[in-house]
């Protein structure tokens, strides 16, 4: 008995201390659609793929740059030793660019619909995840040439890297494929009970586990038997997922509910500490770890169209949420 009510004042003692968190600001851009957002630690921007441009903004002064890089259908940016690469949906291509002049350096071709990309620092490699393909392209950064494809099947979205394997949640199949990199082949498939249409994911755990973002819950994976372990009930619509590793905190974005899931992993089981109102259409996330920031791009919503289809942004309406703990 002592033993348990030890147990329960030690986690209401870690609840009472958890920090709560809260929009602090809302920083405006020009109107369009987006996908993913990433902070570039070097430059101290943020950079968020826009339609037909990457847009940065200052994080020091708020200042906006609309059109850093062009491109078409862009779905992500990632930072990378003074570049980007920016992934084309249009082109079927990964561009190279200058990360402060936005000038394009190299292109790439890539499978059809590049969407998210990862950098594996083992094999010194980028992964593009092509969405419509089914293939991950790897591009050696260095060479700005594409090395090798991995035919995994499925419409893929975001990935985790780890000890020279890849985890891509691939969203048709409700499952992750295991991609060992030196190997160039998929290794393993790990099903997802519980979890609809996965998105976003992250290494937690001291790269133990992996938390993935569904339809309506997040599910944790034990790495080392491929199972899920935790279920977690989270919104509607997510597309992201970070993890502070300096709080042991994950937070999953859902822009169908507009919300933000904070959820505490130490102890035996994960557990929801915090559901932050956010605004409707804010799906992907990016944090600063070196201030534990976050940051959700969204827009107002109009009317959606009545044969069915995405409702419009209203004009105007663009912003990047900037989210940090009351505690600071």
Not at 19 to 33: Q, S
């Amino acid at each position: 008995m002592r033993s348990i009510i030890l147990a329960a004042a030690v986690f209401a003692q870690a609840a009472a201390a958890a920090p709560a968190y809260k929009i602090i600001d809302r920083i405006p851009g020009p109107d369009g659609g987006w996908d993913y957002v990433r902070v570039d630690p070097a430059h101290d921007r943020l950079l968020v793929a826009r339609g037909t441009s990457v847009m940065a903004v200052d994080l020091a002064t708020r200042g906006v740059t609309p059109g850093l890089a062009p491109g078409a259908r862009l779905h992500d940016a990632l930072p990378l030793n003074g570049e980007m690469l920016v992934t084309n949906g249009g082109t079927a291509t990964a561009v190279f660019a200058d990360a402060v002049t936005g000038d394009t350096l190299a292109t790439v071709a890539t499978g059809k619909g590049p969407d998210a990309a990862t950098f594996d620092p083992q094999s010194g490699l980028v992964l593009v995840m092509d969405h419509a393909g089914g293939q991950v392209t790897l591009i050696d950064p260095r060479a700005h040439a594409a090395v090798a494809t991995i035919d995994v099947g499925g419409d893929m979205e975001a990935a985790a890297v780890s000890g020279g394997r890849a985890y891509v949640n691939v969203e048709d199949k409700n499952q992750i494929a295991v991609i060992d990199i030196a190997k160039r082949s998929v290794v393993a498939r790990w099903p997802l009970p519980g979890c609809d249409a996965p998105t976003g994911i992250a290494l937690i755990n001291a790269g133990k586990r992996l938390i993935s973002a569904c339809d309506g819950s997040s599910v944790i994976v034990d790495i080392a038997s491929g199972r899920v372990v935790q279920a977690l009930p989270t919104g509607k619509g997510a597309d992201g997922v970070v993890y502070d590793a300096k709080r042991d905190l994950a937070f999953v974005s859902a822009g169908r509910d507009g919300t933000l899931s904070v959820i505490a992993l130490g102890g035996p089981a994960a557990r929801i500490i915090q559901t932050l109102p956010t605004q409707a259409s804010a799906r992907t996330i990016a944090i600063d770890d070196r201030s534990g920031r976050l940051y959700l791009p969204a827009a107002t919503l109009g009317q959606a169209p009545a044969g069915g289809g995405r409702a419009p942004v209203v004009p105007g309406s663009f912003v990047v949420l900037v989210i940090d703990s009351v505690a600071g």
